[in-house]
């Protein structure tokens, strides 16, 4: 007998679309839970109603066997060491398409078709100025302030200047918003990088595509004209590629739980960016070109592999392993292959760090250790090697994780806005503080 005794019906409404259900019993409870089955990948118990049947949360630090929501967007097998946004696998469109129709890919949900994409990369080019007083806001910052800093503090606060697109009731809007976003964030992270060197913003270029016009207003001075090196802004705008989704990662939880309450969405990227910062997220970019460099030479590998398995050291491979990937990240594949292309063209082939960590590499998934735990390069094992190659400082690196991350976590963000099933986000916890007690007066503890 369940507790509610209303459930049941609740159950029974769920369950006629459930595939199968999951019986499970605690206590003097027995319940059936409905099993729902998605498009690809894992089945789903739905214990949505198991607390007020049975008095029991579930219980899953990390999230390690929790589904989110439902979503259409990104589908990752990690055993497979698979990525499809919308169904087209990563190394397709890293190969055969481009940034912004990946955008509208993620957005909309299809490729767009030459009207699509012309008008899609029409409207992006015309949001791509910023309100000229947010550059007051930008001098407000010192000068050695870290990029991820700026740019959490200054996406935020786009709220303030685009009243007209925070509403996020109406459709309209939140399309605005979306494109906002994916126009503004290349023109905000290059001011960041300008104003941490002291040179003058540059304003975009319509005549530009979007990698080209990015790397244009980072690497201009507006005392000579300045030529876009196209192998190098194909390599940048594959590099955004394979940065801009990745299904329910923490930084686009964090958008959707920030979504949840109703926060205007340049609130929520501006919480997604904050979460991406941290080194065991989007941060590990920065982080593995600094072990690289600690590391030095190929003879201090084994040293360094020894402290990654020694449980009393704190040190990690940094850009090795994940959460859901158990055989190799498919973008790092291409992060390494875009790695060489563009040391070749920079000319930078001699950079150290690409023999360590390709010896790194080589030795870690030949170690018994890494192979036990499936553990493998990830997207930002080469990803610091290639940005600094391109002339981006490590302090960039995951800037402009955030300024690819932008399209998936607002398309994430759209998605659960959307869903009629969507509600706030609010979970539980196992409680294992103090028993109830009484206040003591001071003279009495
Ligand atoms: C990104 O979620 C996403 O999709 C993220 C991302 C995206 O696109 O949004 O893919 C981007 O964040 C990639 C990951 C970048 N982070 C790093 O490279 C930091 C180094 N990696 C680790 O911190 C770790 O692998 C995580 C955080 C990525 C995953 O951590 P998990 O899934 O919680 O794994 P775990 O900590 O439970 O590790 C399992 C075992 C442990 O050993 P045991 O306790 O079983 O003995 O593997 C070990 C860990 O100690 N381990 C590592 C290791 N990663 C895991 N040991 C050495 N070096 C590592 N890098």
New binding site residues.
């Given amino acids: 007998m369940s507790k509610a005794g209303a459930s049941k019906k609740d159950t029974t409404k769920a369950s006629s679309e459930a595939a199968a259900s999951a019986s499970i019993s605690v206590g003097d409870f027995a319940e059936d839970l409905p099993v729902y089955s998605g498009t690809m990948g894992p089945q789903v118990i739905d214990v949505s109603k198991l607390y007020t049947d049975t008095d029991y949360f579930t219980y899953d630090p ?1 999230f ?1 066997s929790t589904a989110s929501c439902a979503s259409k967007i990104t589908f ?1 097998d990690g055993d497979k060491g698979l990525l499809l946004y919308r169904g087209y696998p990563i190394d397709q469109l890293a190969e055969f398409g481009n940034y912004l129709e990946t955008c509208h890919l993620l957005l909309y949900g299809e490729l767009p078709n030459e009207a699509e994409n012309k008008d899609f990369i029409q409207r992006v080019t015309r949001h791509t100025m910023i309100h000229e007083q947010m550059n007051r806001f930008f001098t407000g910052f010192r000068r050695d302030a870290h990029p991820m800093a700026v740019m959490v503090g200054s996406v935020g606060a786009l709220s303030a200047f685009y009243h007209d697109s925070t509403d996020i009731s109406d459709p309209v809007q939140r399309d605005i918003a979306s494109i906002r976003m994916i126009a503004k964030m290349p023109t905000m992270a290059a001011m960041a990088y300008k104003y941490s060197i002291g040179q003058p913003f540059i304003y975009p270029r319509n005549d530009l595509d979007y990698a080209a016009n990015f790397l244009s207003m980072c690497f201009a001075v507006p005392c000579e004209p300045f030529q876009v090196n196209p192998v190098l802004a194909r390599a940048m705008d594959r590099i955004f590629i394979l ?1 801009a ?8 939880s964090t958008v959707r739980l920030a979504g949840s309450s109703g926060a205007n969405p340049f609130a929520c990227i501006s919480a997604g960016i904050a979460c ?1 910062w ?8 920065e ?2 070109l600094d072990m690289l460099e600690q590391i030095g030479t190929i003879d201090r590998i084994p040293e360094f592999i020894a402290r ?2 020694d ?1 009393n050291d704190p ?11 158990k055989n190799y ?1 498919p ?1 790092a594949r291409i992060m390494q292959k875009t790695c060489h292309e563009v040391l070749n063209e920079t000319g930078s082939d001699h950079d150290p760090t690409l023999p360590v960590a390709m010896e790194l590499e080589k030795i870690a998934l030949e170690d018994e ?2 192979v036990s ?1 499936k ?1 493998y390069p ?4 080469y990803s610091g090697i290639t940005l600094r190659a391109l002339g981006f400082p490590r302090t960039m690196f995951t800037v402009l ?1 955030a300024l690819a ?1 932008t399209v ?1 976590w607002i398309a994430q963000w759209k998605e659960m806005i959307e869903d009629p099933d969507q509600r706030i986000g609010r979970p539980r916890q196992l409680y294992t503080g103090p028993v109830m007690r009484s206040y003591a007066e001071i003279d009495q503890r």
């Fill in positions: 990390g390690t990752i940065h989704d990745h299904e329910q990662n923490a930084s686009t991406l941290g080194p065991a997220h989007g941060g590990a970019n982080a593995a990654a398995k449980k040190f990690r491979l940094m850009g090795f392993g994940h959460r859901v990937y990240d973008r250790y890494f735990r553990l990830n997207v930002d094992f994780f991350r998936g």
